[in-house]
């Protein structure tokens, strides 16, 4: 039977041992934790060779008495020295507060960070924009595998369901720009030109610029959400397992869709907001629809509707990849799929302005302007 801990001092060749013995547990210590406190003097040495039994409490109180005293331990079990170095090695100070960092340290840190994460995502983004191309490719040389039913439902989905909110919006755009601009124009007495501003603005860059924001906030938020919740439930993997590509089955469709959908809303929202323009026009500035529409066929050129549907299908691609791709990125927990669906629509739309700017240049330095 096992005796409770304790402790003595013995005199060995002229120094003095501190011997512990007994079970040096929790429910054994006793008083010597407070005993070993208050040694009258300090020993030049531990012996452990006594003792029965040991856990992490009687261990963390060999140490701390052999820290205190800077001795040396001699020796006891193999299970005792064991578990001794563990709890030594164990030890390691815990910092409260955090080290005081220059704001202009953290400042450059974190945009050292985004800048990485920036170029990561990027070239996930390109890859992904890679395997896209290689699908498209396998899809239009295997024309069975072309899914016209999943198409056909995101036809509904991105554009049919999205003319309300997408005609609202021009409605109001096509007003706000009638009415700044007449209140710009009043000053120098020319009105008129106001059907201009209205015709070519709604055309070559709000029109599609507007509706590509939309569609990014309502598609492609709705394609990153779908997908990721599919990759958490593991769908996607058994797609893979039996032999379904998930290219071909879910992201060729969005972005088929997508791609087709985005010039004919993009026309759409130009034609509301012209006619959201005229009607302010017809009651503010008391000029007639028939006048209106015939300002508006002089001034607004065919370049000005090419602009506009050459830059639509762009913009349809790079929100349907977008969605797809942070979608196909999420792993882990549910939160991913909120975070992921966050940044599928805020870099849908950086990269729609992004391109809009280049094509604003592009189209200018071709004549087109």
């Known amino acids: 039977m096992t005796s409770n801990a304790a402790h003595r001092m013995e005199e060995r060749d002229g120094a003095q041992v501190l011997v512990l013995s007994g079970t040096m547990t929790l429910s054994g210590l006793g008083t010597l934790a407070d ?19 040991i856990d992490t409490i009687g261990a963390w109180v060999i140490h701390r008495t052999q ?10 079990s193999g299970d005792v020295i064991r578990l001794l170095n563990q709890v030594t090695h164990a030890e390691q100070p815990v910092q409260i507060h955090p080290d005081h960092t220059p704001p202009w340290q953290r400042v450059m840190a974190e945009i050292g960070a985004g800048s ?21 490719g396998h899809v239009i040389t295997h ?19 999205a003319l309300a909110i997408i005609g609202l919006m021009s409605f109001l755009i096509g007003i706000v720009i009638a009415q700044q601009g007449a209140v710009q124009l009043r000053q120098f007495g020319a009105e008129v030109f106001t059907i201009n501003l209205i015709g070519r603005l709604t055309t070559r860059e709000l029109g599609i610029l507007m509706t590509a924001i939309m569609v990014a906030g309502r598609s492609g938020s709705a394609f990153a959400a779908q997908i990721g919740s599919m990759k958490l439930a593991e769908e996607v993997d058994a797609m893979r397992t039996i032999g379904v590509s998930p ?55 065919i370049t000005d509707l090419w602009v506009g549907l050459i830059k639509a299908p762009v913009f349809g691609w ?4 977008s969605g797809c791709f942070q ?16 940044a599928a629509v805020v870099q849908a739309i950086f990269l729609v302005i992004v391109l809009d700017a280049f094509f604003a240049v592009f189209f200018t330095s071709i004549g087109w302007n």
């Open 35 to 53: 005993d070993l406190e208050r040694l009258p003097n300090p020993p030049h040495h531990i012996d452990l060779g006594e003792i029965d039994r």
């Open 67 to 76: 820290k205190r005293f800077a001795v040396p331990v001699s020796g006891g």
């Open 116 to 136: 990485i994460q920036a170029m990561r995502t990027l070239k996930g983004l390109l890859g992904f924009f890679g395997a896209v191309i290689m699908s498209l």
């Open 143 to 161: 024309p069975r595998k072309i899914r016209f039913h999943a198409v056909v439902h995101r036809f509904e989905t991105v554009g049919v369901q």
């Open 247 to 301: 290219m071909e089955a879910l992201v060729l469709p969005r972005i088929i869709a997508t791609v087709v959908l985005m010039p004919l809303l993009g026309c759409y929202a130009s034609l509301i907001a012209i006619l959201g323009g005229g009607l302010f026009c017809w009651i503010s500035l008391e000029i007639p629809p028939v006048t209106f529409v015939q300002r508006i066929r002089e001034v607004v050129l």
């Open 318 to 321: 790079i929100i349907a990849m």
């Open 327 to 342: 979608g196909m990125q999420v792993q882990g927990n549910n939160e991913e799929v909120g975070l992921k669906t966050t």
